[in-house]
């Protein structure tokens, strides 16, 4: 079983709707969370970083948090064709010292069609 | 701000030569640099992770002989792919992080061995 699971997709909606993306994870050492939009060839862009229970807002992201299930969301409200891309969830375990090194999900691409 | 800069972004090789990736924090002081590999449709895979100054960790199964990791300043971080065969072409992508635990990517660069 992989540490972080991820629905790889592909996710295909309509401009303007509502996104939901998700990511659940088995090691609850896992303590901050981070979201990445990746365009097709390019390096991951960091969209949101979060490191407790709850929500975190950013003009149209949404980022949310539930460490008793174990489980994060992105929502992308008024979708647009820029936002087509693959998203990637990554973690980092609370007491990774100094590597602070990401566990990432496998991604899902999203297509947004005009 | 916390802009990676990489170069060259795409590069071709012949078998057996040796290829130099430069990885830049442009506008802050990377404390940890992180070296990935990305396959087509497939998640980034973290390859090494190094320190200013001192040697590179590298991953279970990354030969460190072949992925010569230096990075020698706070700012500059080089992979040298050496003898690269087929095999080896890839997307390498670095990232840099500061004294927070938000990892900024390159743009990556697209290697390609003939």
């Known amino acids: 079983q992989k540490e972080v699971e991820q629905d790889p997709g592909p996710l295909s909606v309509p401009e303007g709707a509502i996104v939901s993306l998700n990511c659940t994870y088995s090691?609850?050492?896992?303590?901050?969370f981070m979201w990445y939009r990746q365009y097709s060839r390019k390096g991951p862009e960091l969209l949101m970083y979060t490191y407790s229970s709850g929500n975190k807002e950013d003009g149209r992201f949404t980022a949310q948090v539930d460490k008793s299930s174990k489980y994060i969301s992105l929502f992308i409200r008024d979708s647009q064709p820029s936002d087509s891309a693959t998203y990637l969830c990554?973690?980092?375990?609370f007491g990774s010292g100094n590597t602070g090194k990401l566990i990432f999900g496998q991604g899902t691409t999203l297509q947004v069609k005009p | 701000g916390a802009v990676v800069s990489q170069h060259p972004s795409w590069v071709i090789c012949k078998s057996g030569t040796s290829v130099k990736i430069e990885c830049r924090s442009l506008d802050f002081q990377a404390t940890t640099m992180f070296w990935y590999r990305q396959f087509p449709k497939q998640s980034l895979m973290l390859m090494a992770t190094s320190n200013e100054g001192s040697k590179a960790t590298y991953e279970q199964g990354v030969e460190k002989d072949k992925f010569l990791i230096n990075h020698a300043s706070l700012t500059l971080s080089t992979l040298t792919v050496t003898s690269a065969h087929p095999e080896d072409s890839s997307f390498y992508i670095c990232?840099?992080?500061?004294?927070?635990?938000?990892?900024?990517f390159g743009p990556g660069t697209r290697l390609t061995v003939t």
């Open positions: 990232s840099a992080r500061d004294l927070g635990r938000e990892q900024y």
């Open positions: 990554a973690m980092i375990p």
């Open positions: 090691n609850s050492a896992f303590q901050y």
